[in-house]
């Protein structure tokens, strides 16, 4: 059973390297970014909620977004342990976290924390963008979510390290040697791919 976050600033490489762990350590990977995407594209009442939200830059609620975490991980896929990209992001969402475990007594085995420069996930960003047509990657948009996340969630690195379970990763290079950065940091601590 492994259970592992997965953390770092907008455009680090989170949603590539989520969809290869996940296959890595046979746990799904769950995105709250990527719940809230498919809800305002199929107009959903939750994708009507948060789209005003996500075009500005900002996070959802965390009561939102909690509930929807717990639901995700309530699923049978989920209890043989998971992948979480995007979550948490605040102190109260940590909180949550760890309420919604410790019905199991279970906990989370590390955070990965996936770090770049500044500029270079501007760019990342900006490129994607123009390929994906995602309207809420605008060069203002994205710095804003930049200070976003360094005001929200850099905080949450302070917990999860106070607890020895970050595992911090260079998120620039090709992709497979990034992948290979974050096994070998995990097999470090005893959390072995399937």
């Known amino acids: 059973m492994t259970r592992l976050l997965l953390v770092g600033p ?12 996940a296959e890595t350590y046979g746990i799904p990977a769950i995105s709250t970014g990527d719940i809230f995407r498919s809800n305002v594209v ?3 009442p939750l994708g ?3 789209k005003a939200i996500m075009e500005a830059g900002e996070y ?12 995700r991980l309530g699923e049978t896929d989920a209890r043989a342990g998971f992948l979480l990209d995007g979550y948490p992001r605040t102190l109260d969402q940590v909180n949550e976290l760890d309420r919604i475990l410790s ?11 996936l770090e770049a420069e500044t500029d270079e996930v501007v760019a990342r960003l900006l490129k994607r963008a123009i390929e994906q047509g995602r ?8 710095r804003h979510r930049m200070d976003v996340y360094a005001e929200q969630t850099s905080p ?3 917990v999860y390290d106070k607890r020895d379970l970050v595992v911090r990763v260079n998120a620039l290079g090709a992709v497979d040697e990034v992948t ?4 070998d940091a995990l097999a470090q601590r005893n959390i072995s791919a399937v």
């Open 10 to 21: 907008p455009g680090a490489g989170k949603g590539t390297q989520a969809a290869i762990l």
């Open 42 to 44: 199929n107009g959903t």
């Open 48 to 50: 009507l909620q948060v």
């Open 60 to 71: 959802v609620p965390d009561d939102l977004t909690n509930e929807i975490v717990a639901a």
């Open 103 to 113: 019905i199991d007594h279970a906990g989370v085995d590390a955070v990965v924390l």
């Open 135 to 142: 309207i809420d990657d605008t060069e203002e948009v994205i």
């Open 156 to 158: 949450i690195i302070a």
């Open 180 to 183: 290979a950065r974050i096994v």
